[in-house]
Structures are given as structure tokens and as C-alpha cells.
């Protein structure tokens, strides 16, 4: 495809290299702009990996205290968290993106990137300890889940779960097992269910 062939050519010059010098930047649009192009040639391997390298994650966490480019840096994030050495990178994160995910009062309110970021760092060991010191972020994330249904919510849940010899899962398995198999003999979908 013709993207397919523009993405290998950008990778080829090392144009995500050249864009990360413009994250941060005083002037919102072109930053908006860097962004867009930076999440779009996140889908090439090739330039996901020099997003890496040249250091993207830590100037895309400063950006998550900005309310105009947040959505923007949380994709982006999600992209890079494919890489277990970025996923580490995040640690600092995850109480700040845990309590956007546990302080949204409608659970259809909750942004799913932010949800899906979190299911991809709670594969990490520290992440998953991060999110399970943080304050209420256990008994939100359940109760995001199981009231609402939330796959996503339970996703995380069950990736915090694979931790199962940390503190937190055995509180998980404590305090909400009743929870959880009650919500799988009523599940609505199938999805849930699984999860």
C-alpha cells in the first residue's frame, strides 16, 4: 500500500528521530501535528523502535499533565508499550493514569486508551505494584469492572492478577473473588466472562 511504502521510506531516513526534537514545544499546533505523525508511524515496527531509542517515552509522560495533548501521548504510549523495555519506563505513571480510570464518575466516561495503556503495563511487575499501592486503585478497578461490566477494566484486573504471588493477589483474591464469580455467572456478554 501506499502507506505501507511512505512508512518504510520515513523509517528509512529516520524521520521519527528528526520529530522527537519538536516534543515538547511551545507552539500547540505544530506539536499537535508532530504527535499525529508520530502515532501514525508508531504502527511501523521500524519507527517504533527509533522512537525508543531516541527517548520519546519520557518526554510523552511529561505531556500527560497537558489536557490538549494527553489522548495524543496516551496513544502514543500505548503504541511504545508494546516494547517490555518502555513498558518499564512508565512505572511513574500508572498512579496518575489508575486514577483517571477509578476518579471518572461514568464509567462511559472512561477513556479506553487510558485502560488499554494500563492492561499493556500491568504485565510489568513494578508497574503492577505501582498500580496496586496506588490509593482505592484495587477496589476502583473492581468496582469499574464488575458494576459496569467494563472488559477492559477487567482486563487489567486479570493482568494484575498474574502477580499472584506479590500482596496484591492474594487481596484480589481475598476481597473480590465472590465479586468477579459473581459477575462471570451473570455476565451479560461473552467477553466478559473470559476475562
Request: proline content about 4%.
Amino acid at each position: 500500500s501506499i502507506f505501507s511504502e511512505n512508512a518504510a521510506e520515513m523509517a528509512k531516513a529516520r524521520l521519527a528521530d528528526r520529530l522527537i526534537a519538536f516534543v515538547p514545544n511551545q507552539h500547540e499546533a505544530l506539536l499537535e501535528q508532530v504527535l499525529r505523525l508520530l502515532f501514525n508511524l508508531a504502527f511501523h515496527p521500524k519507527c517504533r523502535t527509533q522512537m525508543a531509542r531516541a527517548g520519546l517515552t519520557p518526554k510523552l509522560l511529561s505531556l500527560l499533565r497537558k489536557g490538549r495533548h494527553r489522548l495524543l501521548a496516551v496513544r502514543l504510549l500505548y503504541k511504545l508499550s508494546a516494547n517490555d523495555d518502555e513498558r518499564a519506563k512508565m512505572t511513574q505513571s500508572v498512579p496518575m493514569l489508575v486514577g483517571t480510570v477509578i476518579n471518572t464518575p461514568d464509567a462511559s466516561l472512561v477513556p479506553p486508551e487510558v485502560l488499554a495503556l494500563l492492561v499493556n503495563l500491568m504485565t510489568n511487575v513494578e508497574n503492577a505494584r505501582a498500580c496496586a499501592r496506588a490509593r482505592g486503585a484495587l477496589r476502583g478497578l473492581v468496582t469499574l469492572g464488575v458494576r459496569s461490566q467494563h472488559t477492559l477494566a477487567l482486563k487489567v484486573l486479570r493482568n494484575l492478577a498474574r502477580h499472584h504471588e506479590e500482596e496484591w493477589g492474594e487481596e484480589l483474591a481475598r476481597a473480590y473473588a465472590a465479586n468477579l464469580l459473581d459477575l462471570a455467572r451473570h455476565a451479560e456478554s461473552a467477553d466478559v466472562q473470559i476475562e
